[in-house]
Nanobody, 127 residues
Framework: QVQLVESGGGLVQAGGSLRLSCAGAGRTFSNFAMAWFRQAPGKEREFVAAITWTGANTGYEDSVKGRFTISRDNAKNTVYLQMNSLKPEDTAVYFC????????????????????WGQGIQVTVSS
């Protein structure tokens, strides 16, 4: 069974940090771009960050640039999201996702470009 499993979420005060992990199982994701999306209550799922299969290129949503860092360890089939200087508006369920296209050289940002999704993990930032 192919799975993406997120971990590392939780409750943190504004200004704090969290590191999310997303471990793949059932197949290798090392040849696919990976991304993080988030969804707040009553809002659509939105792009947060993505990384190409080699790790050479990354992309970020404007509001998280300079605060969040996406990285990957292909040997561990895992992608990470380091979140610093967290704000209450970062509160959401965070999802990791795997690109549907093999070895894409750029970082897609649309939900429909990803075909494997984790179950999501809650991140809550208190003010």
């Amino acid at each position: 069974q192919v799975q993406l499993v997120e971990s590392g979420g939780g409750l943190v005060q504004a200004g704090g940090s969290l590191r999310l992990s997303c471990a793949g199982a059932g197949r290798t994701f090392s040849n696919f771009a990976m991304a993080w999306f988030r969804q707040a209550p009553g809002k659509e799922r939105e792009f947060v960050a993505a990384i190409t299969w080699t790790g050479a290129n990354t992309g970020y949503e404007d509001s998280v640039k300079g605060r969040f860092t996406i990285s990957r360890d292909n040997a561990k089939n895992t992608v990470y999201l380091q979140m610093n200087s967290l704000k209450p508006e970062d509160t959401a369920v965070y999802f990791c996702a795997a690109d549907r296209t093999y070895e894409r050289s750029w970082t897609p940002r649309r939900v429909y470009e990803y075909d494997y999704w984790g179950q999501g993990i809650q991140v809550t930032v208190s003010s």
